[in-house]
Structure formats: C-alpha cells, structure tokens
C-alpha cells in the first residue's frame, strides 16, 4: 500500500473513530445530571468516548506523517457525515433533512476551504507569540462558556456557543503542537515544556466542552459545529502567524470565502432544525402534561344541599327539626290565622330529582272552617 493511500484509510478511520466518540458522549450528556454535564467521571462509557477521540486523533496525527495535509484535513471533514448514519444505526436517532442538508453543507463548504490552503515552509512561533496566543485563546473560550451559560434557557444556542469554544480549543491545540514538532526538528529542549502543558489543558478543556455541548442539543448541531471551527481556527492561525496562504492567488481567496460560506450556511440549517425539533419537543411535553394532569385530578366531591323546613316565618335545618321531635317536643310549622300560638303541623317535601328541600308548611284540615 502506497503512502498516500495509506493516509487515507488511517484519515477515514479516525474520522470513524471522532464519530463514535460523539455519539457516545451525547449518549451520555442525555443521561448525565446538570452537575456533571463537563465531566461524568464516574460513567464508563464517557471514558470510552475519551478514548475514541483520542484513537481518532492519533490517527489523524499518523495520518499527517503519511499524507499532504490539504488531503488529511479535508477527510477529517466526513466526521459529521459518519456520525449521522451510525446514530440512526446503533442508537436509533434520526436525522431530518434539514440536517442532512446542513451536515453536508458544512462538510463540503470545509473541504473546499482546506483544499485551498496552499503548502508552506514549516516555521515556529515565537515566546511572546505562544503567550499572546495563549491568552486570547483562553479569553475567547472563557467568554463563549460564559454565553452559554447565560442562554441555558436555548439548548441549541447554548450548544452551539460550547461547540465553538471547544473548537476553538482543539483547533490551537493543534497549532502548538504544530510549533513543538517544528521545534522538535532541532532538538527537545526545555523551553517546550510550557508549550507542552498548554497543549494539555487546551485538549482537555475542548473534550469537557464538547461533553456539555452535547446536552439538550443532540448530535449534529453541536458536532458540525466542532468540526469545522477546529481546523478553520487552525487554518486563520496557520495563513495569519505561519505564512501559509491560499493556492491559485485572489482567485483561490474568493473561492475559500465562498466556501466558508457554505459551511456556514450548513451550520445554520443544522442549528435551525435543532431549534424547531425543541421547539416541538417542548410543546409535545406542554400537551402530555396538562393531558395528565387533566386524568390524574381527583373529581370534587358533590356536597348534597342541605335539607331546610319553614318554622315559624323561619328556614330551619331540617335535622335540627327532627331531633326536636326524637326529644319529644312537639313540631309545629308556620303561623297561622287559625293558631295563634303558630301551631300548624310541619310537613317535609323533597324534590323528586335529589335536590333541595322545599318547606311545605299545611294547616291541619281538622282546624279549617268553612263559612257559609
């Protein structure tokens, strides 16, 4: 197998290997609390993700060493196109076609991008260089958490913030790790050692903010969003500090402009489907809860009125009516002409339907008199 096919296989394969440590971590982002959303520590599967991004990245790395690196970056690109149909393989998450179309859009608008980056002699940077990139690096990063922690309340918006901070992390990972191995060319020395270190914690801060983009958010918005802002912040770096520049002159500009483009249009679809899918998300939630709230409210209990006589040009309750009479008082009802004492029989009349009683107050017929 000759080199350059070489480099290929290992550049698909790592992208196969970033895919599916980006469907495990959003796997597990969805079954993560909020308070280990940067680092579940204790969930196996997370540390398999962290092993699958650094299988890929080994192999990306080898694959540089084998092949130009306007053919390796490109293939890291189908990162996302690989991701979408092993989600819906092994996990059973679909991607809509809005998705499609934007996973797509941003792959090929990279490809193109990257394939315009024209080849270079390799050159370092320098002390003052490495720390003021050090520091608008980390203050880039801190400021996009920093949004995204304020727009917790938009999943997708906070997504896309932590995947830009995280790619923004990876990508100058690998340009200090472009300036020791140009270093290392002449020699390890000491002086490497911070460069060293700050490789180290821009790698490990953009796979915790990778782990938290993915909560709430799904799989693509946030993945298309890592991969391209890693090797586009990587390329800005490389063209502004390292000299590189883009093949075929102001013709090649304005076809890399083009192409950053597309790729930002992909983004958008990709953020816009994921928007409209919460969005529907939130309002199917709304409707299955006030549907069990409306089963699961317990029925008020019916209180039967209760029952009233007239007694004496007064409404009694009628209970009080019969104690008197258990009690041996004589019951009598409204005045009357006839009786001057108000002595006229009581008489009870419920309503055939269970309603209220109704007082019917009748004078004995023995007492009426008919005069002629």
């Known amino acids: 197998m000759s080199a350059l096919a070489l480099s290929v296989v290992l550049s698909l394969v790592s992208a196969v290997a970033y895919a599916g440590g980006a469907i495990v971590q959003e796997r597990v982002a969805v079954s993560t609390p909020d308070a280990e959303r940067y680092a579940p520590l204790r969930r196996a599967s997370w540390w398999a993700a962290v092993a699958l991004n650094g299988l890929g990245a080994l192999l990306h790395v080898v694959a540089l060493a084998y092949g130009p690196l306007s053919l390796v970056q490109p293939l890291g690109a189908l990162t996302i196109v690989f991701a979408l149909p092993m989600a819906a393989l092994f996990v059973g998450r679909r991607a809509g076609a809005t998705a499609w179309r934007g996973a797509i859009m941003a792959t090929v608008g990279l ?13 370092s940077l320098s002390t003052p260089q490495r720390i003021a990139v050090a520091v608008v690096t980390a203050g880039a990063v801190v400021a996009l958490m920093a949004a995204g922690r304020a727009a917790h309340r938009h999943p997708a918006v906070r997504s896309v913030l932590l995947a830009t901070a995280s790619g923004i992390a990876f990508g100058m990972s690998s340009v200090f790790t472009k300036t020791v191995a140009v270093d290392w060319t002449g020699g390890v020395s000491a002086a490497d050692v911070p460069s060293l270190a700050v490789i180290g914690v821009l790698a490990t801060a953009g796979i915790l903010l990778s782990q938290a983009s993915y909560r709430g958010a799904g799989l693509a918005a946030p993945l298309a969003t890592l991969t391209v802002v890693n090797p586009v912040v990587a390329a800005a770096v490389g063209i502004t500090m390292f000299g590189e520049t883009f093949r075929y002159g102001s013709t090649g500009t304005l076809l890399a402009l083009g ?3 597309v ?7 990709l953020t816009t489907e994921r928007l409209q899918a919460a969005r529907a998300e939130g309002a199917e939630g709304d409707s299955e809860e006030a549907a069990g709230a409306a089963v699961t409210a317990e029925p008020r209990p019916v209180v039967p009125p209760e029952p009233v006589v007239l007694r004496k040009g007064a409404l009694v309750p009628a209970a009080d009516v019969l104690v008197a009479a258990a009690a041996g008082e004589t019951v009598h009802g409204d005045d009357t002409p ?16 269970g309603g209220a009683y109704i007082p019917m107050p009748v004078v004995d017929r023995h007492r009426v008199r008919v005069k002629s």
């Open 111 to 123: 490809a193109g991008l990257l394939s315009l980056v024209g080849a270079s002699d390799a050159q």
């Open 338 to 353: 006839d009786d001057a004492d108000g002595d006229a029989p009581v008489f009870f009349h419920g309503s055939l339907y």
């Open 263 to 269: 790729a930002a249009g992909g983004l958008i679809l």
């Open 259 to 261: 192409c950053g483009v």
